[in-house]
T-cell receptor, first 117, second 114 residues
Framework: AQTVTQSQPEMSVQEAETVTLSCTYD???????LFWYKQPPSRQMILVIR??????QNATENRFSVNFQKAAKSFSLKISDSQLGDTAMYFC??????????????FGTGTLLAVQP | EAQVTQNPRYLITVTGKKLTVTCSQN?????MSWYRQDPGLGLRQIYY???????DKGDVPEGYKVSRKEKRNFPLILESPSPNQTSLYFC?????????????FGPGTRLTVT
């Protein structure tokens, strides 16, 4: 079974500091994608960053970057210069061509990040 | 504005009373999907559709039905809701098959079944 594990249910960080959210996954797919989604209090699901597994270079999007360790099946999210607007639930997700190409995303259980002023 | 819309956003109902949650996208996307979000479980796929009249079960389809008669609409139907279907529901769409296409999520529907 494809699984995504987020072992940190809650985290807290001071404004302007850096925080890293952990994610590990398991997949039998040879080609797959990894994602981080942000869910603020509005409940909207917002794509933060994504990584294609065959690309060795870690993805970055402004203050957000990932540390993709393929052999270890690890995909952590680093948020630099944390801002109050970063307060949200963060979901790690994986997806690939699961027999029949369902376009299904497998989600972790989420990490609730609180940015403190 | 390109978007996925869901209605209603909030719904409280009673056990056994049939309901429909609508989902519509204005991006001409082929692929649409329904997820439910529960605390400690993340999001799980209920049903998906790869095109008009093509639908299939996801991981948690029991108690749900869907239809795809038009490309833009993908309603989720609960014929006889039960309390264990109390959840936050998301509709998602993407341009095509494969996760190279970004999935766009609707704003969510909070359903409570008493």
């Amino acid at each position: 079974a494809q699984t995504v594990t987020q072992s940190q249910p809650e985290m807290s960080v001071q404004e302007a500091e850096t925080v890293t959210l952990s994610c590990t996954y398991d997949t039998s797919e040879s080609n797959y994608y990894l994602f981080w989604y942000k869910q603020p209090p509005s409940r909207q699901m917002i794509l933060v960053i994504r990584q294609e597994a065959y690309k060795q270079q870690n993805a970055t999007e402004n203050r957000f970057s990932v540390n993709f360790q393929k052999a270890a099946k690890s995909f952590s999210l680093k948020i630099s210069d944390s801002q109050l607007g970063d307060t949200a639930m963060y979901f790690c997700a994986s997806g690939g061509l699961y027999g029949g190409a369902t376009n299904k995303l497998i989600f972790g259980t989420g990490t609730l990040l609180a940015v403190q002023p | 504005e390109a978007q996925v819309t869901q209605n209603p956003r909030y719904l409280i109902t009673v056990t056994g009373k049939k309901l429909t949650v609508t989902c519509s996208q204005n991006m001409n996307h082929e692929y649409m999907s329904w997820y439910r979000q529960d605390p400690g479980l993340g999001l799980r796929q209920i049903y998906y559709s790869m095109n008009v009249e093509v639908t299939d079960k996801g991981d948690v389809p029991e108690g749900y039905k869907v239809s795809r008669k038009e490309k833009r609409n993908f309603p989720l139907i609960l014929e006889s809701p039960s309390p264990n279907q109390t959840s936050l529901y998301f509709c998602a769409s993407s341009l095509g098959r494969g996760l190279s296409y970004e999935q766009y999520f609707g704003p969510g529907t909070r359903l409570t079944v008493t």
